[in-house]
């Protein structure tokens, strides 16, 4: 179908009709159709709901047999999660950390809870990760490598860290972000809050980098209600990581000693347990979710003027949201393709306002994120829910 524009918020509307059915869709629902209840009633019954508890346990260990990280520590929600990574990695104040502009503001908000200052990179095109290649022209540039780690010459802060994050489920280049990091010192924290399930050349999100993280909020492709994991492969750190999360206190069964400033971010039984029960369900909610892409990818294939974004290569994504891309030229439909969307009960989400724009962080340094800005005003995320299978079974 040719398509100069005119037509395509209907055009949209009634592919995504053809895909959800009628009536008032959300972006994307919890579905509680396991042994929610069963382990919600278990929990109640033995007296465990808040920071002691057999759930967190058995939540931690299926979480690192689901990822294969060798560790796994469970807390009240992934921006604590990223928190205490990004403290784990030895990020200091007055540090600047490398995150991408286009994402959710959380990532930039654990950079600041560690006095450090997020400084904003660009994504690629197509995959919409960081971009390597030019990240490590961009640190040419402005950094050198000095005593091991890289400097910012402009600023005259050290470049602690790199944040990869996994947007809408699909896992960044990973080899060539780690080779950049490997060249300049950086250490690698990877904010998978979107990404569990997916994998890259089979290693799961988030056990690439030193560390990585994940959400289990309620939009998230399993919740917990509010929660969030730590994963990494290094024993030293997953024991710090437990420390520093259950206020720095030494073990003992009533003294209460601390020997550091702790954080009280432990995740509570009772979530943990909703959590185990999420975990069983998420191979049945990745099938879902892989179904649910081909049916928007057959319902948008007669319309041109924009594309479904697809796993990368070597990749097997969640799909956590399903995402529309315009084409250039087709940018200045956005605004009326959510109006006439949202007027229909579709609940259509365009990307986040990018993060070098957001009020807090409009003076952080940040290279020109000429890509971030213009796949900022050209996706849409669709409904995504593992409910909208509902409709059709
Ligand atoms: C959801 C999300 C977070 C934060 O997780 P919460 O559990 O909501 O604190 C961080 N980064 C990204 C990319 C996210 O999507």
């Not at 929990?43 to 690192?64: K, M, N, P, W």
């Not at 402005?142 to 790199?162: D, E, F, H, Q, S």
């Not at 509010?226 to 030293?236: S, V, Y």
Request: with cysteine; hydrophobic share 40%.
């Amino acid at each position: 179908m040719g398509n100069d524009g005119s037509n395509l918020p209907e055009e949209i509307v009634r592919a995504i009709r053809q895909v959800v059915g009628e009536g008032d869709k959300a972006l994307h629902e919890p579905v509680f159709k396991g042994r929610e209840w069963d382990y919600l009633k278990e929990c109640l019954d033995s007296g465990y709901v808040s920071s002691v508890g057999e759930f967190v346990t058995r939540f931690e260990r299926a979480l690192e047999e689901y990822t294969g990280a060798a560790h796994a520590i469970a807390v009240v929600n992934g921006t604590a999660a990223l928190h205490i990574a990004l403290l784990l990695a030895g990020v200091e104040a007055d540090d600047e950390v490398l995150v991408p502009a286009l994402g959710f503001i959380a990532t930039a908000n654990a950079v600041s809870y560690c006095g450090a200052l997020p400084h904003f990179v660009d994504c690629e095109p197509l995959g919409l990760g960081v971009d390597a290649a030019r990240l490590r022209d961009y640190l040419g540039d402005i950094a050198a490598r000095r005593n091991g780690v890289c400097v910012n010459r402009k600023t005259g802060r050290v470049i602690r860290a790199l944040v990869p994050v996994h947007l809408f489920g699909h896992i960044s280049d990973m080899d060539a972000l780690l080779a950049v990091a490997e060249e300049y010192g950086l250490r690698v924290i990877e904010d998978a809050a979107e990404a569990l399930g997916s994998v890259r050349h089979g290693r799961h999100a988030g056990t690439w980098g030193q560390l990585g993280i994940l959400s289990f909020n309620g939009n998230k492709i399993i919740t917990t209600g509010g929660g969030g994991a730590i994963l990494t492969d290094d024993e030293k750190l997953a024991a710090r990581a437990r420390h520093l999360t259950t206020t720095a206190k030494e073990p003992h069964p009533w003294r209460y000693r601390h020997d550091e400033v702790g954080y009280n971010f432990r995740m509570p039984n009772i979530n943990a347990a909703l959590g185990y029960a999420q975990l069983e369900q998420l191979p049945a909610f990745l099938q879902v979710k892989r179904r649910l892409f081909s049916r928007y990818e057959e319902a948008f294939s007669p319309l041109s003027g924009l594309r479904l974004l697809e796993e990368p290569g070597g990749c097997r994504s969640n799909y956590w949201l399903q995402t529309l891309v315009l084409n250039e030229d087709m940018a200045a439909w956005q605004e009326q393709i959510l109006e006439h969307a949202w007027k229909q009960g579709l609940m259509l989400r365009p990307a986040w306002e990018l993060l070098n724009r957001q009020i807090p962080y409009r003076h952080m340094p940040s290279m020109p994120v000429v890509v971030a800005e213009s796949l900022q005003q050209r996706i849409i995320n669709l409904p995504s829910g593992v409910v909208q299978e509902a409709a059709h079974e």
